[in-house]
Nanobody, 116 residues
Framework: QLGLVESGGGLGLPGGSLRLSCAGS????????IGWFRQAPGKEREALSC????????WYADSVKGRFTISRDNAKNTVDLQMNSLKPEDTAVYYC?????????WGQGTQVTVSS
């Protein structure tokens, strides 16, 4: 079944780092623009970052700019989100999304909790 699989979530310390990975399942990500989103309890889903299929265009939300870095490895069929300088307000379920023309896939999400 075609889809995305996120991994790398868990418990992070304030000021610490976590690295999330998004892998394509059953299809290759190389033609897809990939975005990372998060949703905290009681809040709307928030777009964090996206990367074009070539990797040449990258966008970050102000809330994560300078702290998070998106990257893609088409050979590994993955897109990663390196999260540094974590804050408690980064606690949320993190999702990746792949878009190519009319195709749109979401992962099941991975929980990130930032707490001391």
């Amino acid at each position: 079944q075609l889809g995305l699989v996120e991994s790398g979530g868990g418990l992070g310390l304030p000021g610490g780092s976590l690295r999330l990975s998004c892998a394509g399942s059953g299809f290759t990500l190389k033609n897809y623009a990939i975005g990372w989103f998060r949703q905290a309890p009681g809040k709307e889903r928030e777009a964090l970052s996206c990367i074009s299929s070539s990797g040449g265009d990258i966008w970050y939300a102000d809330s994560v700019k300078g702290r998070f870095t998106i990257s893609r490895d088409n050979a590994k069929n993955t897109v990663d989100l390196q999260m540094n300088s974590l804050k408690p307000e980064d606690t949320a379920v993190y999702y990746c999304n792949a878009v190519y023309i009319l195709r749109n896939y979401w992962g099941q999400g991975t929980q990130v909790t930032v707490s001391s």
